[in-house]
């Protein structure tokens, strides 16, 4: 992709803006940043300025000019009316990941997507490609780390052949346009992103752009698992070879028997070496460890990072045992689907704190799975109607993490479980959820 002197409109900063910018630069294209924030709340102004590049705001007229492409920031809604102004003229409009894409050199990219499980997934996948293939091996993506600052920091405009582990938000596939992986998976599908998505239809339509370009060698790694995404299959079929696994079954490819995970019909990873606790885990590993196989990982690299892998920040994370009170931190849990997983883990005793950014999530599902809730205790801006939704009037209703955290902890007896898993994002409070979590570890800790 040729941009030099090409006039470039990036909308929205934050990190992938700004990897975007650093790397439509190098690449020598004119810049133009559309930024809600006044440009003198901008941390990184005095590099911007340095570069040349035109910084405006976001009124109507700055996107009636002319421009050869846009890069638009995943969290700006893809319908808004600046961005169907900018398709109205035929300007294309992609994410980063589809720049990084489009100017690096040729690499091996293994995607995965889906509603639950794709940061474990992802992180997992990492450490197995960089035991396998050490300073060959990166993460990019919806995981925190830019894909175009990975190109631009791993000098990937000159470099080719090296492996990344990408996790991919629907946010980041609505804008797809020649993005092909090697090899990906779609984990789940489960209603979620209802603010960003008109429909939930919509939403999960969204996760088959993953594929849509993959052909013949490249290789899909089917959840046979998940009957919506064996719907969404059918509707949007596959163009490329799959592989199939399941928990349930042994007639797929990819299946658990005699105490063994099989991959492809062969003995890869004994079960014992799992530290991961769940039955969703189980599934991460599966996905995992397929994407890892067909880059050429020995059954015994992924055996040796398994057994070490303990799992990631914020996702059903041991925080600490108080006065024989077990607390968790499952701020990831951005959705239902997630904390009816984080449910399953525990038995009894659990005190479940609810709460954040309203998305609309109604809560039919987490209410079928309370039978080892003791307690429901929401906040935030829509804590109220998930304990409604959930419990009704035997829940407790305060305004803050920090209100949430102090009840749970005067409630709870030896042997209870206090789990943050909030449901929904974080985005009433705190900038992501990983502020979020950070905030309830700390709280957790000072008890």
């Known amino acids: 992709m040729d941009l030099n002197n090409k006039h470039v409109l990036v909308i929205g900063l934050a990190r992938s803006g700004m990897a975007a910018i650093r790397l439509l630069h190098r690449l020598g294209a004119k810049i133009t940043l559309s930024e809600s924030k006044p440009k003198d709340q901008l941390k990184e102004l005095p590099l911007l300025e340095e570069m040349g ?27 808004a009316p600046f961005i169907l102004k900018l398709e109205a003229q035929g300007i294309s409009i992609i994410t980063e990941i589809e720049l990084a894409y489009l100017t690096a050199r040729p690499q091996k990219y293994l995607a995965i997507t889906g509603t639950n499980g794709k940061t474990t997934t992802t992180t997992l996948l990492y450490e197995i490609l960089a035991a396998a293939f050490p300073g060959r091996a990166h993460v990019a993506g919806n995981i925190g780390i830019p894909m175009c600052e990975v190109v631009m920091n791993e000098n990937l405009l000159e470099e080719e052949g090296h492996y990344i582990a990408l996790e991919i938000s629907n946010k980041q596939l609505v804008n797809i346009d020649q993005f092909r992986p090697d090899a990906a998976t779609i984990l789940n599908l489960t209603p979620d992103h209802l603010d960003f998505a ?50 349930d079954r042994t007639d797929t490819d990819d299946y658990v028997k005699d105490g063994s995970l099989y991959i ?17 885990n189980l599934q991460n590993i599966m996905a995992a460890v397929a994407l890892a196989r067909f880059a050429g990982v020995s059954s015994q690299v992924i055996t040796d990072v398994i057994s070490h892998f303990s799992g990631v920040e914020h996702r059903i994370e041991f925080v600490r045992e108080l006065d024989g009170v077990k607390y968790y931190n499952d701020s990831k849990g951005t959705n239902t689907d997630a904390t009816v997983t984080a449910l399953k883990a525990f038995d009894r005793g659990v005190i479940l704190l609810l709460g954040g950014f309203e998305k609309g999530l109604a809560m039919d599902d987490v209410k079928a799975h309370l039978g080892c809730v003791k307690q429901v205790i929401g ?26 955290v102090a009840e749970a902890a005067r409630i709870a007896k030896a042997g209870d479980t206090v789990l943050l898993s909030p449901s929904t994002s974080s985005f009433d409070q705190y900038s992501c959820f990983e502020e979020r979590g950070l905030h309830f570890k700390k709280l957790v800790n000072a008890l």
């Open 379 to 404: 906040f935030g801006a829509c804590g109220p109607r998930l304990v409604k939704e959930t419990v009704g009037e035997s829940g407790i209703v305060v305004t803050t993490l920090d209100e949430a």
């Open 198 to 247: 008109p429909t939930l239809d919509d939403y999960y339509k969204s996760k088959t752009e993953l594929y849509r370009n993959m052909k013949a060698g490249d290789l899909f790694v089917i959840n046979a698992d998940d009957p919506v995404l064996a719907e969404y299959l059918d509707r949007y079929p596959l163009h490329c070879d799959t592989q199939t696994f399941s928990l």
């Open 53 to 79: 590049i035109e910084i405006v705001g976001q009124d109507m007229p700055v996107f009636e000019r002319s421009y050869d492409l846009c890069v638009k920031n995943p969290g700006v809604p893809y319908r």
């Open 264 to 280: 492809a019909g062969q003995p890869v990873l004994p079960l014992s070496a799992i530290r991961l606790p769940g039955k969703h």
